[in-house]
C-alpha cells in the first residue's frame, strides 16, 4: 500500500510503500476512494496549537508519533475482513468514523468515544486516510453510506460531524425561533449553513471576512453575509439577526472570533466554538454570570452523532459542498493551498485524477 505521511513537522510529506495490511479478528481494511483534507491537519503537521500569549500546545506532547498518515475523513470500499467482524460487508462502501476512544472506560461505554482521555483518532494516533488502504480496528466503527459518492460522504465524518453536533448543542426553541450567527464561510462553515438549512433553522448569518466566499455562503442557504471589517459590524449582525443574537458558531476560533462572539450576545446568549485557529481571549467573571452567558467547546462528535447525519443527508438528500478533488500523491499540494486560503469548500483525496 502507499501512504503520504508527516515524517517532520512543518516539512512536505513523504510517499511511503509497505505491505498492505490484513485485517484480524475485528478489524477491516478499506480501500479508500475518498480522504477529505481538514483545517485541523493543518495543525497535526504543524505538531502544535496556538494557546495564544506566545504559548503553544505540542501534538508530541499529547502522544502523536511519527511518521503519521494524517486523514480522518475517510470513505471507500470494504475488501476484507477479519474472522471477527460483524455488520459489515466486503464490496460495500462505507465512511469511516475515525475518533476513536480506548474501548474500555466510562465515556466510551457511554458511547462518546470522542471525549475519551486516552483517544486513538485515526489520522492522528493512528494511521489515517492519506493513503491508498486503511485498516479500521473495529467494524462497528463503519456507517452505511449506500450509493452516495465517497468524495460526498467522506468530510462528513468531520466537517459534518462536527457541525451537525454543534447544531445539536443549540436549544431547539432558539434554533427554530431565532437566527443564528456563524463565524466562517469555509468548508465547516458551508456544511453547517447546508445542515442548518435541513434542519429547520430559523435562518443564517454569517460573517466572513473573504469576499470570495460570499457568494458560496449565499448559495448554501445563508440569508446575508457580512464583513466583519465594515465600522458598522457589531450593530449589522444585530440587525440582520433580528435585533438580538441567541445563538453563535464559531467555525474559526481565533481570539478575534470569540471576542466578537461574547460580544454579539444578547442576555441568555449561546456560543459554540468549533474552530481551532488559536488565540486567546479574557472573560470578566461577574459580566458572564450576570448575561447569563454560555461559552461552550465542542470537539467533533460521537459515532450515533455520525450515523444520524448519515440518515438526514439520505433522508433529505442533502446538497454536498463545494468539492475540489485532487489524487492522492497530491496530498501535501492540497495542505499548502488549505492553508494559504485558496480552498473553497472542501478539498478531497482520490484515487482519480492526474498524479503528481
Not at 460531524?161 to 443549540?170: E, G, M
Request: proline share 5%.
Amino acid at each position: 500500500m502507499i501512504s503520504y505521511e508527516v515524517t517532520a513537522f512543518g516539512e512536505p510529506l513523504v510517499r511511503t510503500e509497505r505491505e498492505t495490511p490484513v485485517p484480524t479478528g475485528d478489524q477491516v481494511l478499506v480501500r479508500i476512494e475518498a480522504a477529505g483534507v481538514c483545517h485541523s491537519d493543518l495543525h497535526i503537521w504543524h505538531g502544535e496549537y496556538d494557546l495564544g500569549n506566545g504559548k503553544k500546545l505540542s501534538m508530541a506532547d499529547r502522544g502523536m508519533k511519527l511518521p503519521l498518515t494524517m486523514g480522518h475523513e475517510i470513505a471507500g470500499e470494504v475488501i476484507a475482513v477479519g474472522p471477527d467482524a460483524k455488520g459489515v460487508e466486503v464490496g460495500k462502501k462505507y465512511v469511516v468514523f475515525p475518533w476513536h476512544g480506548c474501548g474500555q472506560c466510562k465515556v466510551c461505554k457511554r458511547g462518546d468515544e470522542n471525549l475519551c482521555l486516552a483517544g486513538k483518532s485515526m489520522g492522528v494516533y493512528q494511521p489515517g486516510g492519506y493513503a491508498d488502504h486503511v485498516l479500521v480496528s473495529h467494524a462497528y466503527y463503519l456507517v452505511d453510506i449506500g450509493d452516495m459518492p465517497p468524495e460526498r460522504a467522506a468530510p462528513y465524518a468531520c466537517s459534518g460531524l462536527t457541525t451537525y453536533s454543534a447544531i445539536k448543542k443549540i436549544d431547539p426553541q432558539v434554533f427554530k425561533d431565532e437566527k443564528i450567527v456563524l463565524f466562517g464561510a469555509g468548508g465547516l462553515g458551508l456544511m453547517a449553513i447546508l445542515l442548518m438549512k435541513a434542519m429547520g433553522g430559523a435562518g443564517v448569518v454569517v460573517i466572513e471576512p473573504d469576499a470570495s466566499k460570499h457568494e458560496a455562503a449565499l448559495k448554501a442557504g445563508a440569508d446575508t453575509v457580512i464583513d466583519p471589517k465594515s465600522p458598522t459590524f457589531l450593530a449589522d449582525v444585530k440587525a440582520a439577526a433580528g435585533g438580538a443574537v441567541w445563538a453563535i458558531i464559531d467555525c474559526v476560533g481565533s481570539s478575534q472570533t470569540v471576542q466578537a462572539g461574547i460580544d454579539l450576545l444578547t442576555k441568555g446568549g449561546h456560543l459554540v466554538q468549533i474552530g481551532l485557529f488559536g488565540g486567546h481571549v479574557d472573560l470578566p467573571t461577574p459580566t458572564h454570570a450576570i448575561r447569563a452567558l454560555t461559552y461552550q467547546g465542542t470537539y467533533v462528535g460521537n459515532l450515533r452523532d455520525l450515523q444520524e447525519l448519515i440518515q438526514l443527508v439520505k433522508d433529505k438528500n442533502l446538497s454536498p459542498v463545494p468539492t475540489t478533488c485532487m489524487h492522492f500523491s497530491k496530498a501535501f499540494t492540497a495542505l499548502v493551498a488549505l492553508e494559504q486560503g485558496k480552498a473553497v469548500g472542501r478539498l478531497v483525496l482520490t484515487p482519480e485524477g492526474e498524479a503528481a
